[in-house]
């Protein structure tokens, strides 16, 4: 069965740092693109970052660049958004997406459940 | 990077037809085809319906359709069913290397 599985949230005071992992089974990891997506509470979803199968290309959404790193290790089957100087606005359910295709823009056709992400003081 | 523009909200009966659009601009929807619909019922993940502007992938009923005419994308559910009920969100290539999503629809079953 293809599914992803995310987990590392929790909460985290103002300015500070979390990771977050999406391991990945059941489909050959490497020949597909990832991205991470979130959901504020009562709110729409909102594209975070993307990466391509082999981890040499990353993308992000401009709400986040420059304190969010996404990366995988195709060894584990993982996927990683290393968030820094995290905001209020941060705060949301994280989701990780595996893409259609090679590139993340296709689409993505399998979620996990979501990690949540509580950014208070 | 400004959020697609959905319908706040739509409604039909059973066994009827609706259609939700999402209005972008030439940098976006109406640039690229490449724009994806998700159904998401409440508390649960989302769920890839469209992609690629029309292809549906197979575990998906042939009840949901893709298309688009300039820069406004939509999603057809034809002989909607009970369970359709759920937010529907479309999102789209952006230029830049980004995705945006739209602001999300609401469908009632009445």
């Known amino acids: 069965e293809v599914q992803v599985l995310e987990s590392g949230g929790g909460l985290v005071q103002p300015g500070g740092s979390l990771r977050l992992s999406c391991a990945a089974s059941g489909f050959t990891f490497s020949s597909y693109a990832m991205s991470w997506v979130r959901q504020a509470p009562g709110k729409g979803l909102e594209w975070v970052s993307g990466?391509?199968?082999?981890?040499?290309?990353?993308y992000y959404a401009d709400s986040v660049k420059g304190r969010f790193t996404m990366s995988r290790d195709n060894s584990k089957n993982t996927v990683y958004l290393q968030m820094n100087s995290l905001r209020a606005e941060d705060t949301a359910v994280y989701y990780c997406g595996k893409g259609v295709g090679y590139y993340y823009y296709y689409g993505m056709d399998v979620w996990g459940q979501g990690t949540t992400v509580t950014v208070s003081s | 990077q400004s959020a697609l523009t959905q319908p706040a909200s739509v409604s039909g009966s059973p066994g009827q037809s609706i259609t939700i659009s999402c209005t972008g601009t030439?940098?976006?929807?109406?640039?690229?085809?490449?724009v994806s619909w998700y159904q998401q019922h409440p508390g649960k993940a989302p769920k890839l319906m469209i992609h690629?502007?029309?292809k549906r992938p197979s575990a998906v009923s042939n009840r949901f359709s893709g298309s688009k005419s300039g820069n406004t994308a939509s999603l057809t559910i034809s002989g909607l069913q009970a369970e359709d009920e759920a937010d529907y969100y479309c999102c789209s290539y952006a230029g830049s290397s980004t995705l945006v999503f739209g602001g999300g629809t609401k469908l009632t079953v009445l």
């Open positions: 990466i391509s199968g082999s981890g040499g290309s990353t």
């Open positions: 030439s940098s976006d929807v109406g640039g690229y085809n490449l």
């Open positions: 690629e502007g029309s």
